[in-house]
């Protein structure tokens, strides 16, 4: 069964960069499926984040596509996220999942880290 | 983008009971894809429902989906204790994906 699990600095300084990576085990991310990133916040409830394959298709919410990246390390089977230039609004938990994606529109999340909370502030 | 709207904000409800939740889209969701997820306190979001009315692997036959176009339902048939949690619509249609601002089932 497969089991997600983020990593990453709890707290990070305005305008700063928030890097975060989610570590995957119990299957190997080059069989398939597509690799997300979804936050938390109570302002803003859950919001999508963007969406990678393991070969590297990645895709983006609009909203955050000038200051997001994500990327794959297949050797160590495991994705990350880069959120440059963040204020107190990107403050939320932050989750990995894996998704089910459907070309075109988006994708449903079945199994998901327990989540990391990343707070954004001096 | 897509707002779904969920309804009600909480529901008030004893075990054993029907639970019956909405979520309305701003627009007809594509193929119906229309997801949902149950929260419990402290834990990630669990996936309960895709594509409008199939259960994911492993969730008991007492939750169930239906609904197209604009308007979706989620039904917990009798609620076990277990239920009590938040509840998440999202769809995955139309991009960019959206989810709902969710329904709280407590007890009563």
């Known amino acids: 069964q497969v089991q997600l699990r983020e990593s990453g600095p709890g707290l990070v300084k305005p305008s700063e960069t928030l890097s975060l990576t989610c570590n995957v085990s119990g299957y190997s991310m080059s069989r398939g499926y597509y690799w997300g990133w979804i936050r938390q916040s109570p302002g803003k409830g859950l919001e999508w984040i963007g969406n990678i394959y393991h070969s590297g298709p990645t895709y983006y919410n609009p909203s955050l596509r000038s200051r997001v990246t994500m990327s794959v390390d297949k050797s160590k089977n495991q994705f990350s996220m880069r959120l440059t230039s963040v204020t107190a609004a990107d403050t939320a938990v932050y989750f990995c999942?894996?998704?089910?994606?459907?070309?075109?529109?988006?994708?449903?999340?079945?199994?998901w880290g327990r989540g990391t909370l990343v707070s954004v502030s001096s | 983008e897509t707002l779904l709207t969920q309804s009600p904000g909480t529901l008030s409800l004893s075990p054993g009971e029907r639970a019956t939740l909405s979520c309305r889209a701003s627009?007809?969701?594509?193929?119906?894809?229309l997801a949902w997820y149950q929260q419990r306190p402290g834990q990630a979001p669990r996936l309960l429902i895709y594509a409008a009315s199939t259960r994911a692997a492993g969730i008991p036959d007492r939750f169930s989906g239906s609904g197209t176009g604009t308007d979706f339902t989620l039904t917990v048939s009798r609620l076990e204790p277990e239920d009590f949690a938040q509840y998440y619509c999202?769809?995955?249609?139309?991009?960019?994906?959206?989810f709902g601002q969710g329904t709280k089932v407590e007890m009563k």
């Open positions: 999202q769809q995955y249609g139309i991009s960019p994906q959206t």
């Open positions: 627009q007809a969701i594509n193929s119906n894809y």
């Open positions: 999942a894996r998704g089910v994606y459907y070309a075109g529109s988006g994708s449903y999340h079945e199994s």
